[in-house]
């Protein structure tokens, strides 16, 4: 397995368009994390999945953005009407999650830039 | 409401050096603590992680201890070369499961 993998690397997009966003973590991992990063700041925590469960949201998700795991295994995050606060490094990560083997392994991230 | 604190923002040594990077948090109830690698422009990479019941864990010149009580983990690394030049993220987990809290990293410049 080569780890977590997001697509695209790199998104430009225009105020108020949709985009979309996908991620398929380590093959065995049930757990799938995304996180947002702006310039020379650590990641904020998004959403967290269990399997196809979402379990977790942060204040953070604004109803412009939803994310979905569907049978479990790869992840999509949506981003509709974006605005150009919107602009970020979208980072993945994925866990095995069973007790000592929680580490999270993330992915090289998806730029977005809003213009 | 956790909060993840790294001193200092940014550090600039010889190579070759021996060199601590801190991390302090406000809620001691943790589940595990987690230091991460970023190089420019690209994920993370873990380095350690240690569980809350553990006081340090080791990878190679890498060494990671645990004060729950005081709130405090530091990243210790022996003989620092130019290719560990990154940014250095420390986070915290509450719960089984639960999200990372990071700190704002520290910013590492090892010069030949």
């Known amino acids: 397995d080569t780890g977590v993998s997001q697509d695209p690397r790199h998104k430009i997009t225009k105020r108020g368009q949709n985009v979309t966003f996908r991620c398929d973590p380590i093959?065995?991992?049930?757990?799938l994390y995304w996180y947002r990063q702006t310039l020379g700041q650590g990641p904020e925590f998004l959403t967290y999945?269990?399997?196809?469960?979402?379990?977790?949201k942060s204040r953070l998700l604004s109803d412009r953005f939803s994310a979905e795991r569907p049978k479990g295994s790869f992840s999509t995050l949506e981003i509709q009407r974006t605005e150009q606060g919107d602009s970020a490094m979208y980072l993945c990560?994925?866990?095995?999650?069973?007790?000592?083997?929680?580490?999270?392994?993330f992915g090289p991230g998806t730029r977005l830039l809003v213009l | 409401k956790q909060e993840v604190t790294q001193i200092p923002a940014a550090l600039s040594v010889p190579e070759g050096e021996n060199l601590v990077l801190n991390c302090s948090f406000t809620?001691?109830?943790?589940?595990?603590l987690q230091w991460f690698r970023q190089d420019p422009g690209k994920g993370l990479t873990s380095l350690l992680l240690?569980?809350?019941?553990?006081r340090e864990q080791t990878s190679g010149r890498l060494n990671a201890s645990l004060d729950k009580s005081s709130g405090r983990s530091t990243l210790y690394i022996a003989a620092s070369q130019p290719g560990d030049s990154a940014t250095y993220l420390c986070?915290?987990?509450?719960?089984?499961?639960?999200?990372?809290?990071f700190g704002g990293g520290t910013r590492l410049m090892v010069k030949p």
């Open positions: 990560a994925s866990s095995l999650g069973v007790r000592a083997q929680e580490t999270q392994y």
């Open positions: 999945f269990q399997n196809e469960a979402q379990l977790e």
């Open positions: 986070a915290v987990s509450t719960r089984a499961g639960n999200m990372l809290t």
């Open positions: 240690i569980q809350s019941s553990q």
């Open positions: 809620d001691s109830a943790i589940y595990n």
């Open positions: 093959s065995e991992h049930n757990r």
